[in-house]
């Protein structure tokens, strides 16, 4: 079969890979329709995340339909249209049965390695590095689905792909990150970064009753999709002062929450203040830069929350934990449950309250996937979020 794979920094390319194959009971094989590119796959391709190797398959978001089933698989049937969660979960260890899928106990073979970095291992990830389980990712025709009797949803009215393709991982991490906030009527909710992930957060913010929602990003582009599908407030942070303008928004007290949709490459309007992270980030003295997250902590009102979903992977620097712990802020994170979430925003989607589809400025097919990338990863034709069809 076709898939994408990683072959070195900056490098993607189609290639012909084996198929997949049932290798345990509980597995299933799915004929991939439409498949999506994460801005988790750039620090991939940036080279930022370890344990990478020339040749995996990448990909964590996709759908498609059930072509081969193991033994043990009776929820599904061959011909089923199903989305697939991008954390591997087994549904019956003390995490899962608690619902935290992300950090499964027995889906991640190199457990080892993780601990290594993490203390303890969270779940393997479908095409994201072989610390976290070295599984073949969704761009490509086909994939294994481990554990397929826990994981996918099937689709089963007419809902198009792209309607339901993100509830594999950006729509319920956004919805995650919202409700991580404990949002109260009259809530005001600031959101760094206004990719797709951020966009998910506000609009549901929204859903869940915030008053008001503000974006913060640098690209006009990514500001109005939020503003006109949200109804955020933004702030271009290359123009303004941040914390200035946040406290001058929410009569000086800051933000009831704020939400971290950045992760660890964010960017920094002072040209010194970035160079210093990105060195110490290049000779590896850090492995994320921490920028928004500093930001959010800064911002955020007195016994308020900062919820973390963009994605870190190792050590930040200067963390200001004297004002996280001074003024009773409470930090939340983790990689989306997103098994716990999908029949709920499903049935948000098929009631009409949202259409995750907003979020797509690009549609290409899978054998484009080293130009999807470029595109992403430099945000040309103001891209958003890139859907490859297969
Ligand atoms: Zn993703
Ligand atoms: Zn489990």
């Known amino acids: 079969m076709r898939a994408n794979c990683w072959m070195g920094r900056n490098t993607v390319e189609v290639r012909e890979v084996p198929d997949p194959q049932i290798m345990n009971d509980r597995d299933a094989v799915v004929r991939i329709t439409s498949t999506s590119i994460c801005g988790s796959d750039l620090h991939l391709y940036d080279g930022y995340i370890p344990t990478m190797k020339k040749g995996d398959v990448l990909g964590h ?14 929820n599904l049937r061959i011909g089923d249209r199903v989305v697939v969660p991008f954390p591997i979960a087994c549904g019956h260890c003390v995490a899962c049965e608690r619902g935290f899928f992300s950090v499964c106990e027995n889906s991640n073979p190199n457990a080892g390695l993780a601990e290594m970095v993490m203390g303890h291992s969270p779940a393997g990830i479908y095409g994201y590095s072989h610390m976290l389980g070295g599984f073949a990712g969704g761009q490509a025709e086909y994939a294994r ?18 309607q339901v393709l993100f509830l594999s991982d950006v729509f319920p991490t956004g919805y995650m990150g919202a409700e991580m906030c404990d949002i109260q009527r009259g809530d005001i ?20 009753g915030a008053e008001r929602v503000i974006a913060i990003d640098r690209y006009p582009q990514r500001l109005r ?5 949200t109804g955020a407030e933004v702030i271009n942070y290359e123009q303004v002062d941040v914390l200035e303008v946040l406290r001058d928004m929410t009569a000086g007290r800051g933000p009831d929450a704020c939400i971290d949709a950045v992760g660890s490459e964010s960017h920094h309007p002072s040209s010194a203040i970035n160079a210093y992270d990105r060195g110490k980030q290049a000779v590896r003295l850090e492995t994320d830069r921490p ?11 007195n016994a308020g929350i900062v919820s973390v979903i963009g994605a870190y992977g190792g050590f930040i620097d200067k963390f200001p934990m004297g004002s996280l712990m001074n003024r009773s802020l409470t930090l939340r994170s983790g990689q ?30 899978l054998d484009e ?22």
């Open 369 to 390: 996937a080293p130009k999807a990338y470029e595109i992403f990863k430099n945000k040309q034709q103001d891209c958003n979020k890139v859907v490859l069809s297969v």
């Open 189 to 208: 909710i600031a959101v760094w970064g206004a990719g797709p992930v951020g966009q998910f957060a506000m609009a549901s913010a929204r859903m869940l």
């Open 61 to 74: 978001e996709f759908m498609g339909e059930v072509v081969e089933v193991g033994r043990e698989v009776r």
């Open 145 to 162: 689905v481990p554990f397929a009797d826990i994981g996918p949803i099937k689709i089963e009215d007419d809902l198009r792909d792209e």
């Open 225 to 229: 999709i939020a503003q006109e599908n």
């Open 336 to 365: 989306c449950h997103v098994q716990r979430y999908l029949r709920p925003l499903l049935d948000r989607i098929r009631r009409g309250e949202i259409d995750p589809s907003f979020v797509i400025t690009h549609r290409m097919r």
């Open 291 to 301: 920028h928004a997250l500093r930001e959010a902590v800064l911002s955020c009102r």
